[in-house]
């Protein structure tokens, strides 16, 4: 039943996906400087609750060419980074395909524990303060397309990577590009990005809003946002073309928070738009934060970096009090 209502809500985006150009991870209409991991003896305090981070890279069936993964700033140390003392850390890189890359259980999770590290490992290399990396762009591949996990019901192949702090305690602040090209940033027409659970930096603008877009899958009636550490630091506002802004609660200092949200009908289908304002005052500098979603049946949802159905706009309602949400 748990494969079905996947398979389900995995259809009702086949054509969604085939329309998109999403290789930037994260990307723009997201508004998020960077994706973040941290070293695994930092603190959870500093934003971190598990110190791994796995995206997966979505690629058409009928795409021939090769294909490359490349991550900017990989390196733990410079400008980009957040350093607690000195430079100590390293964060390992991984690219999987092959069976089970994504359809193994374990892999659509939101913690690094059991057989998250399926299928067959292509690509490794562990990263610790190198200058040469330091704002530049790191290259993995070239892979075949078919070097992933074909998965039917996408009619694309499917590859996953993992970001893990392996030692010490910095932050490492970092972004993906999947590109035809190893040497400049070039996308493919219905690639998409997604992950599982999102850990990012926030801006430290405080007029900056950045989003996320959980999609809502059939079978959808409620759905439990997790945040973890977001230091009070602004709102979470849930928008959708049926609900214009509604805030869900947000957690303190090395603390996760949940918050439970009634799916309205006309949502299922679509995405959510997690608006994320800063607070104004004052400002929280180098917000590091964790989300996840996930179902009535405690399956995890994807945040697709282009969403699908695009990003909602909220449609007035006219009238009609009884149908706004509770």
Known sequence: MKEMR???????????CQLS????????????PHLMTFGNESDISWGDDDFSQAFFFQVPADFKEQVFIRVY???????????????????????????????????????????????????????????????????????????GEYLEVFDSYVFKVICEGISGDD?????????????????????????????????????ETSHIYPYIMEGTVTVQISNFDWDNDGNIL????ERQGQRIAISEEADWVEDQVKVIEAEVGGSYDLQLPKRKF???????????VRNQ?????????????GVPEYKKYKGNLEALPD
């Open 73 to 147: 700033d990989p390196d733990t140390g410079g400008a980009v980074d957040e350093i607690r003392g000195g430079w100590n850390t390293q964060c390992q890189f991984e690219v999987y395909g092959g069976e089970g890359c994504h359809s193994e259980d374990d892999a659509r999770e939101t913690s690094p524990f059991g057989n998250y590290k399926s299928g067959t490992l292509l690509a490794m290399k562990v990263f610790g303060e190198e200058p040469r990396y330091d704002e530049s762009w790191y290259t993995f591949g070239p892979f075949n397309p078919a070097e």
């Open 238 to 241: 849930v928008v959708s073309t």
């Open 6 to 16: 996947r398979l389900i809500f995995i259809l009702s985006g086949v054509v969604f």
């Open 282 to 292: 004052p400002l929280v500098k180098n917000n590091n934060v964790v989300v996840n």
């Open 171 to 207: 932050g490492n602040m970092y972004n993906y590009y999947l590109s035809t090209s190893a040497v400049e940033n070039i996308p493919i027409e219905g690639a998409n990005a997604f992950a599982y659970e999102y850990s990012f930096r926030m801006h430290n603008d405080v007029n």
């Open 297 to 309: 049946f405690n399956e995890t949802m994807p945040f697709y970096t282009s969403p699908i159905g």
């Open 21 to 32: 150009y999403s290789q930037p991870v994260p990307n723009k209409e997201e508004n998020i």
